[in-house]
């Protein structure tokens, strides 16, 4: 099964989420399907490591954490946004240092901040362990710091 389908999961959600962007008919079904099984088979080269997540009961908690920043940033860019050239924001590049070392929690450390209206990631220095990240509105860099911080523990606790 494994050499027909070596990523069920990803292909699942790809079938599915064709499925909801193009509408359910037999069409659909099949080209969605067929594109699945492709890309399912794309990924079999790249070989990515499959996640051992340790603390499955920490997701929600992360979901959520995610989820209220997201809607206060959205807030905050619109305020800032708002102002206009007065009282505009003061964009700057805050350096994180950090513990987390798996490849997948730095991924959706990554992806997180992405996500984040307002903030970017900028570097990742696996040598030295820091995270760079810029940020529309700087005020505090010490609170930028302790609110990803707060991501790495639970990203460590779920992953590590």
């Known amino acids: 099964m494994s050499r027909l389908l070596p990523y069920p999961l990803l ?3 790809l079938l599915v989420m064709w499925l909801l962007l193009n509408g359910f008919s037999a069409d659909h079904l099949v080209l969605g399907a067929v594109i699945a099984l492709l890309a399912s088979w794309a990924m079999k080269p790249l070989q990515p490591a499959k996640p051992h997540l340790r603390r499955w009961d920490k997701i929600p908690l992360l979901f959520w954490h995610v989820m209220v920043d997201i ?5 905050a860019v619109s305020i800032v946004i708002l ?21 997948t929690g730095l991924a959706v450390l990554a992806c997180i901040i992405t996500a984040t209206p307002g903030t970017a ?7 030295g362990s820091w995270l760079k990240i ?3 509105d700087l ?5 930028w710091i ?8 639970l990203l460590r606790e779920i992953f590590e």
């Not at 102002?83 to 490849?103: A, E, F, Q």
């Open 146 to 153: 302790d609110h990803i911080k707060r991501y790495e523990a």
């Open 134 to 136: 810029h940020v529309l």
């Open 11 to 13: 292909a699942a959600s």
């Open 121 to 127: 990631w900028i570097e990742y220095n696996s040598a």
């Open 71 to 75: 809607l206060a940033s959205n807030i």
């Open 139 to 143: 005020v505090d860099e010490q609170a």
């Open 83 to 103: 102002r206009g050239r007065r009282n505009g924001g003061r964009p700057g590049l805050v350096r994180i240092p950090l513990d987390l070392r798996d490849r």
